[in-house]
């Protein structure tokens, strides 16, 4: 069975830190790019992030570039993204993303709240 499992989401403080995983079983991950998108109350799903399978090649939204770091563990199949310098803007429902040719795999999201 296919799951991509989010975590690490919660309530921060501007300017505060969360590390969010993204744990994949059911498929060969390491063959998988993969991706972070976020989607905000109103707004439509944006990426935030992604990461080449074979060498890891990243690229990053411009409102996030400088703040937020991909990364892939592929021994532990899952996927991080380190979010420094959180803004109240990044207020959104995080989602982990993974395809490789016609597959495309979804997480469930995990909330990321940004409020003082």
């Known amino acids: 069975q296919v799951q991509l499992v989010e975590s690490g989401g919660g309530l921060v403080q501007p300017g505060g830190s969360l590390r969010l995983a993204c744990a994949a079983s059911?498929?060969?991950?390491?063959?998988?790019?993969t991706r972070w998108y976020r989607q905000a109350p109103g707004q439509e799903r944006e990426l935030v992030a992604g990461?080449?399978?074979?060498?890891?090649?990243?690229n990053y939204a411009d409102s996030v570039k400088g703040r937020f770091t991909i990364s892939r563990d592929n021994a532990k199949n899952t996927v991080y993204l380190q979010m420094n310098s959180l803004k109240p803007e990044d207020t959104a429902v995080y989602y982990c993303?993974?395809?490789?040719?016609?597959?495309?795999?979804w997480g469930q999201g995990t909330q990321v709240t940004v409020s003082s």
């Open positions: 993303n993974a395809q490789h040719s016609l597959y495309e795999y």
């Open positions: 059911g498929f060969t991950f390491s063959s998988y790019a």
């Open positions: 990461i080449g399978s074979a060498y890891g090649v990243t």
